[in-house]
């Protein structure tokens, strides 16, 4: 993903600001380098995540920021499982979802200062490229499943081309023309280590970073880390929408906040989700009793729309039907 100037990478947000202090009145729970490099190892599947100096800068970051590490294990519970279908469906590795918080700390509002949006932090023309929609009414940028699998499709594109999943990975940073002028600098060696310095500042702090915190996201626990509550509800109702209704009408008749209905809804703009026959619009509701359902119902039956349930008090997982075909 090209992305010349992002200046929002996460990777560098975390080290500067959010991942400088441990929370308040705790001491980080810290072990020896021979400890890191061997639970690495026990964890490495596809990707090779290897151990070094620069792994273990971001270890120390990370583990000395327990607060807001619990804030990305709490919203991990409920975001993860919806990322997994998109890289299930593009045969990706299921670790490098975890580069979803190098990138946006796992905010689907996140906007950087170039205009990446959303948890994987598109820019406009990528999305567009890999099928994201992005109008008056929706940013696909925003929606956990279906910019997911926009990246998983970049990635799989990617590693197809270098055959590598870390290159594949700093290619997501800065872009795969980059990383190829890096391999022919290096002698075209395709390894991430032997390019990295020649490929952008940023992008050699990235895959460290990468490597480090899918060493957290695996071994929090062994830091006196506790996952927080993400606020999420974990049991949904998944429906299809076909004509104009506010969210907020939605949401008094469910009788839950706004708020919590949005963050559940993250990929419309406004107060309208803009559903139609043609082209109904997915609405993700805390799992609701019999008399809440109905009343909800009622409000999406304003016009002449049809509501079917795509599933009851299900978990997390949300359809992929409307997800950009595999290319």
């Not at 120390?60 to 920021?65: I, N, Q, R």
């Not at 929706?138 to 970049?154: G, I, L, Q």
């Amino acid at each position: 993903m090209k992305r010349r100037a992002k200046a929002l990478a996460m990777v560098l947000v975390m080290g500067v600001g959010a991942f400088s202090k441990s929370a308040k009145g705790s001491q980080p729970v810290t072990a020896s380098p021979e400890v890191y490099k061997s639970r690495l190892e026990s964890i490495q599947k596809s990707v090779p995540l290897v151990y070094n100096q620069y792994v273990q800068k971001y270890i120390d970051l990370y583990v000395a920021s327990n607060k807001r590490m619990a804030r990305m294990a709490g919203l991990a519970k409920y975001y993860f499982p919806l990322f997994d279908q998109g890289f299930k469906r593009y045969n990706v590795p299921e670790e490098i979802k975890f580069l979803s918080i190098v990138e946006s700390a796992l905010d689907p509002t996140v906007v950087s200062r170039t205009g990446a949006v959303g948890q994987w932090q598109f820019m406009p023309v990528t999305a567009f490229e890999y099928g994201l929609k992005i109008d008056n009414y929706v940013d696909e940028r925003r929606d956990p499943v279906a910019a997911s699998a926009a990246a998983a499709n970049y990635l799989r594109n990617s590693y197809a081309e270098f055959g590598d999943w870390l290159l594949a990975i700093a290619s997501y940073n800065c872009g795969k023309p980059a990383v190829s002028r890096a391999i022919q600098k290096a002698g075209f060696v395709r390894d991430f280590w032997a390019i990295r310095q020649y490929l952008p500042a940023e992008t050699q702090n990235y895959v460290p970073a990468f490597i480090a915190t899918v060493y957290m996201m695996n071994f929090y626990s062994k830091h006196n880390i506790v996952p927080t509550n993400s606020g999420l509800s974990l049991k949904n109702d998944v429906l299809q929408v076909e004509n104009f209704v506010s969210l907020s009408n939605i949401a008094k008749a469910a009788k839950i906040g706004f708020q919590q209905l949005s963050a559940l809804n993250p990929s419309y703009k406004g107060d309208i989700i803009n559903g139609s026959v043609i082209a109904p619009k997915t609405l993700i509701l805390p799992a609701l009793a019999a008399n809440a359902f109905d009343a909800v119902y009622e409000v999406l039956n304003g016009g002449q729309a049809k509501v079917a349930a795509a599933a009851n008090s299900q978990s997390t997982s949300v359809e992929l039907a409307y997800l950009p075909k595999k290319q």
